[in-house]
């Protein structure tokens, strides 16, 4: 009887890992690929900057509401250069509207917002020297004050609604702010008007030996137009 005995077989040889065959020390563990993300905005930030935005703009009594550029030149056709009013923009991407008497006569620069800023349209060839604010009576203050730059002095018209050739120096303006027009619905209260003249004659109102709710009231109003 012949016996049929199997011969043994040959030890199995590991295939090289993937690791040890990309330069890899065998038995370490790979480290995840890390990709940084931007940080989310949150949502609120623009909620609150808007409406306490719009608050201020109520209580100034220059901003005027839902009226037309035609309506705005007619009611700064007759004021003196430097006059000044905020309007709703009639432009679907943009909130308001800056209408200011210049020497060439009235016009309307657009106020573009971004990340809870207020800053002039961005059209503007001085677009990176201009200083943005957390609402708009910041800057108008700011325009109105000495401290601003030269370069933000010239700003771009708003562009009218039919087709135009002229260029940007032709439509260019130099923005003087010197008072506001007030709505003539809206003339503000001897109240506002009494806490105006402490905001300009004062740097520090709320150190003034005022009663709280006086300086409570004017902290809801913390300008000088």
């Known amino acids: 009887m012949i016996l049929c005995v199997p011969a043994p077989r040959a030890p199995l040889t590991a295939a090289p890992s993937t690791e040890t065959s990309?330069?890899?020390r065998a038995g370490t563990v790979p480290t995840p690929c890390l990709q940084s993300?931007?940080?989310?905005?949150?949502?609120?930030k623009d909620l609150r900057a808007i409406?306490?935005?719009?608050c201020?703009?109520?209580?100034?009594?220059?901003?005027?509401?839902?009226v037309t550029a035609a309506q705005a030149h007619a009611a700064l056709q007759e004021a003196s250069e430097g006059a000044f009013l905020i309007r709703d923009s009639s432009h679907p991407l943009y909130m308001l509207t800056l209408s200011v008497r210049?020497?060439?006569g009235p016009t309307s620069i657009r106020i573009q917002y971004s990340g809870a800023q207020f800053l002039l349209d961005s059209s503007s060839p001085a677009r990176p020297s201009l200083s943005s604010f957390p609402n708009v009576p910041s800057l108008v203050q700011h325009y109105m004050g000495p401290g601003r730059k030269a370069e933000e002095g010239k700003v771009v018209e708003?562009?009218?609604?039919?087709?135009?050739?002229q260029t940007i120096q032709e439509t260019s303006v130099v923005l003087k702010l010197k008072r506001p027009?007030?709505?003539p619905q809206g003339l503000p209260s001897l109240q506002h008007l009494t806490r105006l003249v402490i905001n300009r004659h004062s740097d520090s109102p709320d150190q003034l030996p005022l009663p709280r709710p006086l300086l409570r009231y004017i902290q809801e109003y913390p300008f000088k137009v």
């Open 22 to 24: 990309r330069g890899m």
């Open 51 to 54: 409406a306490s935005n719009f």
């Open 102 to 104: 210049t020497a060439r």
């Open 37 to 44: 993300t931007p940080p989310l905005w949150d949502p609120t």
């Open 56 to 66: 201020y703009l109520e209580n100034s009594g220059w901003y005027w509401g839902a």
């Open 158 to 165: 708003e562009a009218p609604s039919k087709p135009c050739h």
């Open 181 to 183: 027009l007030y709505k």
